[in-house]
């Protein structure tokens, strides 16, 4: 029987493998010997990648790409929502707190 | 793609079925099943502006308490997941194809990669109550013991979930790539909803 599995599969999840461990690479660059260091930059990169990958997922693994425009369009506008709620929330908290 | 997967079926290439289920559009799973995952979502979203929210009036508190998790357990955790949710998404193709046994393999992996996540959670919930970081030792903590309890909760009942799946891929009278796939979308929601609590909690400056 053959199984010869679509291997666009396996390339998403290297993807979002690789992605997972650029977030070592982010948080080194944040710390000062091992002290964690308050970084917008950092903040919102690591929401941005989280959000990109909420995504792949949705569009790769749940099969999105191929579901009705309907659900396409109900999927980003949910991850634009996400994203506004998440990166909103972070400024307004900062600027609250200043 | 919703077509009833007959008990005969037979086995066909995984890769030349899905290229054909892709020429049409079709609705993964049932569509209740994604209406509960967007709200699912929505609950989960506002509880991280609530989490912002407090995070952003006491920087150094969150800041402090974060060092005592380990990104590298957090990572692990992700990795396991992302490999379920792989896992999950070939079981949908496989049994697509008519590919059961390799459907069943596959669901099969789906709950192992879970369960591995599952131990590796309450093995760093033992570690950071030991650190003497418990649920009211600080608002961080709060936030971290909420958020991953209400997900493993999610994965609980993923394993409930993914438990029908195997005992419908079975028997052949039972298969239906309907549940299969609502199955897998609800497991992918356990998966996604873990990428935004680790990104938040581990990660975020």
């Avoid at chain 1, 308050?38 to 749940?62: G, Q």
């Avoid at chain 2, 005592?68 to 049994?95: E, H, P, Y």
Wanted: overall charge neutral; glycine content about 4%; some cysteine.
């Amino acid at each position: 029987m053959s199984t010869a599995f679509n291997n666009r599969l396996l390339v998403v999840w290297a993807l979002l493998s690789a992605m997972t461990l650029a977030y070592l690479w982010l948080d080194h660059s944040a710390d000062d010997d091992g002290t964690l260091r308050p970084s917008t930059v950092v903040t919102v990169s690591v929401i941005v990648i989280a959000l990109v990958k909420v995504r792949i997922i949705f569009r790769e693994f749940m099969e999105v790409r191929h579901a009705p425009a309907l659900l396409c369009r109900l999927t980003d506008a949910w991850v634009m929502l996400i994203a506004v709620c998440l990166l909103g929330s972070y400024f307004i908290g900062q600027t609250i707190s200043n | 793609m919703t077509t009833p997967a007959g008990a005969d079926a037979p086995p066909h290439d995984v890769e030349e079925v899905t290229k054909q289920a892709q020429v049409t559009r079709f609705m993964p799973g049932q569509p209740d099943m994604w209406a509960f995952v967007l709200f699912e979502t929505l609950v989960i979203t506002s509880y991280f502006v609530v989490y912002l929210l407090f995070r952003t009036q006491h920087h150094e508190l969150y800041l402090q308490a974060q060092a005592d998790l380990d990104l590298r357990v957090g990572i692990f955790n992700t990795i396991a997941l992302l490999l379920s949710s792989w896992a999950v998404a070939r079981c949908v193709q496989a049994s697509r194809a008519g590919a059961y046994r390799s459907a069943l393999t596959n669901a099969v992996l789906t709950i192992f990669f879970g369960f591995v996540f599952f131990v590796s959670k309450v093995l760093e919930w033992v570690r950071e109550i030991r650190m003497g970081n418990g649920f009211t030792t600080n608002e961080f903590f709060q936030h971290y013991f909420f958020l991953t309890s209400i997900h493993c909760l999610h994965l609980l009942i993923g394993f409930v979930v993914m438990g029908v799946v195997v005992y419908q891929l079975w028997s052949p009278k039972r298969r239906s790539q309907e549940l299969v796939e609502t199955g897998a979308t609800y497991w992918h929601t356990v998966d996604f909803l873990w990428v935004l609590i680790f990104a938040l909690l581990y990660v975020v400056r």
